[in-house]
């Protein structure tokens, strides 16, 4: 029941040498497979000698890792009584989990899985979706399928606490059983309102994410804001530091005011203690990235939590609108959240600039270098995103282990002496396991879509083992543009043509269930996929989960990243490939300009402003001369030993250079220093 076995490659091994077949057709959920696995194969496992050993290994790593004495334990000048409370409205744990769209999500289980593997006392909440987010499939025309099949409980790690939270939202009270993730060191929370006692309504607060109308939306927001506020109190988890990462759990500081004049506080007092001890992370550069409502909407369902804080709608328009006199300006819950946190971050340097420029207004002062947001650029959590190929080459070839619990990862300087022709045969292994993987699902979709023998041949044969292989996998929204690359078809094809110097390109991503203009560019992809000019080489992979995130940033020799600059927060798939030596090849935003140095991989583009169209046809310009002059032509020149020397050392580079920097330990290790630290003597309470 603890999910700590997600990150660790023993324990999964375990559970599947159980039965493999059962294993992956369950998205590896161990209680899944434990409630289907015939008995006779479960007794079988038992009697064999390498199960019993996988299975006394993994449990003799769990006492390890969760017994040892943590990296926050030893730090004798962070507080040592600190207690963090962390608000998300996703988490991605695992493929089995299916409670999260995205990068939030993505980022949020892995700042909970460091935080666990470095001891930093934090609990976290969120909600339970009875469908979590769609599945996604496409048809024989390449239009999306979106599908949504209900969680199981019983087949979740997740366990009834035995309490509920009453939530105030509007005129009713809303019931919602608290349930409780064991993620290794860390509690997870999460709030589940399909209670019998509810309004049909309101059961359906935690239907699913990101699916309803804004009112739903706002009052999911009120549910995991105030909900989560008190649910925390109710198990007792006495946060001294709330951490609300992303505007969408605003409402939780408002319902900690609600406490503080509950017990004595003046309004004034009582804001300026939740002041003191709030941080608040920003992740959208995009103005229409933020929540916005009207005043009426907001104090219609959170006007019990308000009056309880002695706040009159006059004090909430002031705490959610830039200019509070302006009568018709929404309710930004970002705006909500930068006057009730007194530490701002966004999440690269970059982000942190276009935030403060962006956020200038809403403080009242004239320059964007006096506005307090700073940055904390993301990471992303090793022990999940890496291959056990990966992480035994750097630990033998290297002779440093890169899943140590540390937020310092000096060893990876190592990796600049690695013996090139093991690290290129781990490479073309790490290649070729992505390329099966590949098939396997490209068959199955094949399948499903009633494909002829023929087809399904061809798709078990498509892709090559040896191909400059290269991936794109991400959310579908507009701004991340999938299809720069087809730009100039004419010209793709070309690059696509040489049998000496095969190249080929996978994709993968889910639009917004209601992005119909996100939907047209896998659309568009999909039918290039099927064009006889690039069928085999350019493929789309449905279903885009961590499942498949992980098998593609293992197996990818290139990463491509082409988003509108300067659109992308930070993002975080590309950092997970250069800890297999792949490497990235990406516009300069996001977290890639704080990388880049020139030599640990490939820019596309320049940092000038342009309008939309000129930008299009210069980043795709760009992104052409790159792959055509540089990429390919490194990728194919070989020495004697038919080793591409040159790739290699820049493959090397992004390896040292790019792993230790973006990981999730070095970025929670960040917070703890830069942004947990406020109270380090009052408590919160
Ligand atoms: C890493 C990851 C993301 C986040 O990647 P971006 O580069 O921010 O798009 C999203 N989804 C999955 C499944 C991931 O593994």
Not at 268 to 282: L, N
Not at 480 to 501: F, G, T, V, Y
Not at 646 to 651: F, G, L, T
């Amino acid at each position: 029941m603890n999910v700590w076995w997600t990150w660790n490659a023993t324990a999964s091994r375990a559970f599947a040498a159980i039965d493999p077949v059962l294993w992956d057709a369950t998205k590896h959920s161990p209680l899944e497979l434990l409630e289907r696995v015939q008995k006779s194969t479960l007794a079988a496992a038992c009697e064999e000698p390498g199960f019993r050993l996988a299975l006394a290994d993994a449990l003799i790593h769990r006492a390890q890792s969760l017994n040892a004495t943590p990296w926050y334990r030893r730090q004798a000048k962070l507080p040592q009584d600190l207690r963090v409370a962390y608000f998300c409205s996703e988490y991605a744990i695992h493929e089995s989990m299916q409670q999260y769209s995205g990068g939030l999500g993505v980022l949020a289980g892995d700042h909970l899985k460091s935080a666990s593997d470095l001891g930093v006392p934090l609990t976290a909440v969120g909600l339970l979706y009875e469908h979590g987010y769609y599945q996604q499939q496409f048809a024989q025309d390449g239009t999306t399928r979106v599908l949504y099949p209900r969680i199981r409980r019983e087949t979740m790690p997740i366990v009834d606490t035995g309490h509920r939270v009453a939530c105030p939202i509007g005129s009713s009270l809303v019931y919602a059983r608290i349930w409780k993730v064991a993620v290794g060191r860390v509690s997870l929370f999460l709030l589940d309102a399909d209670l019998a006692e509810n309004k049909p309504e309101d059961r359906l607060l935690t239907e699913g994410l990101y699916k309803g109308e804004p009112q739903l939306r706002l009052r999911q927001q009120v549910l995991l804001g105030v909900g989560g506020s008190m649910a925390l109190r109710i198990v007792d988890a006495s946060p001294t530091v709330y951490h609300l990462n992303e505007g969408h759990a605003a409402f939780a500081a408002i319902e900690r005011c609600a406490h503080l004049v509950e017990r004595g506080a003046t309004k004034e007092q009582a804001m300026s203690s939740v002041r003191a001890s709030t941080a608040f992370t920003t992740h959208t550069p995009v103005p229409a990235g933020h929540d916005r409502y009207t005043v009426d909407e907001v104090w219609s369902y959170l006007r019990p939590t308000l009056e309880r804080a002695q706040c009159s709608r006059a004090d909430l328009a002031a705490l959610g609108r830039e200019r509070p006199k302006d009568e018709a300006e929404p309710l930004c819950m970002t705006v909500v959240c930068l006057r009730l946190a007194s530490k701002v971050n966004g999440v690269a340097k970059l982000h942190g600039e276009v935030s403060r420029a962006m956020w200038t207004g809403a403080y009242g002062v004239k320059s964007a270098a006096s506005v307090p947001i700073s940055s904390i650029t993301n990471g992303v959590h090793l022990p999940t995103w890496m291959h056990p190929l990966a992480r035994d080459f750097w630990r033998t070839q290297a002779g440093f282990d890169p899943l140590a619990p540390e937020p310092n990862a000096a060893g990876w300087k190592k990796a600049l002496d690695v013996d090139r022709a093991a690290f290129w045969s781990m490479r073309c292994a790490l290649r070729a396991q992505l390329v099966a993987f590949a098939r396997v699902r490209l068959a199955r979709a094949a399948a499903r879509r009633g494909a002829s023998a023929a087809a399904m041949d061809a798709a078990q044969s498509m892709l090559r083992s040896d191909a400059l292989t290269i991936g794109f996998a991400r959310r579908f929204a507009t701004y991340k543009r999938a299809p720069l690359l087809l730009h100039d078809l004419e010209r793709l094809a070309k690059l696509l043509s040489n049998e000496k110097r095969p190249v080929q390109f996978l994709y993968a991503g889910k639009a917004h269930p209601r992005d119909t203009g996100g939907q047209e560019l896998a659309q568009q992809i999909y039918q290039l996929a099927e064009n006889p000019l690039f069928q085999g080489k350019i493929v789309l992979l449905e279903e885009y989960d961590m499942e498949v995130g992980r098998a593609l940033v293992a197996g990818c020799d290139v990463w491509l990243n082409t988003p509108l600059r300067p659109h992308e927060a930070s993002g975080t798939s590309g950092m997970k490939v250069p800890l297999h030596g792949g490497i990235n090849c990406s516009i300069l935003d996001g977290w890639w300009p704080e990388a880049f140095d020139g030599d640990n991989g490939w820019a596309i583009g320049d940092e000038r402003e342009l309008p939309r169209e000129a930008r299009d046809r210069a980043d795709a310009e760009s992104l052409y001369k790159v792959l055509e002059k540089s990429v390919v032509k490194e990728f194919f020149t070989r020495d004697r030993n038919g080793l591409p020397m040159q790739w290699i050392d820049r493959a090397l580079a992004s390896a040292a250079t790019v792993s230790p920097v973006f990981s999730s330990h070095r970025m929670v290790a960040d917070y703890c220093e830069k942004s947990y630290r406020m109270q380090a003597t009052k408590r919160a309470r």
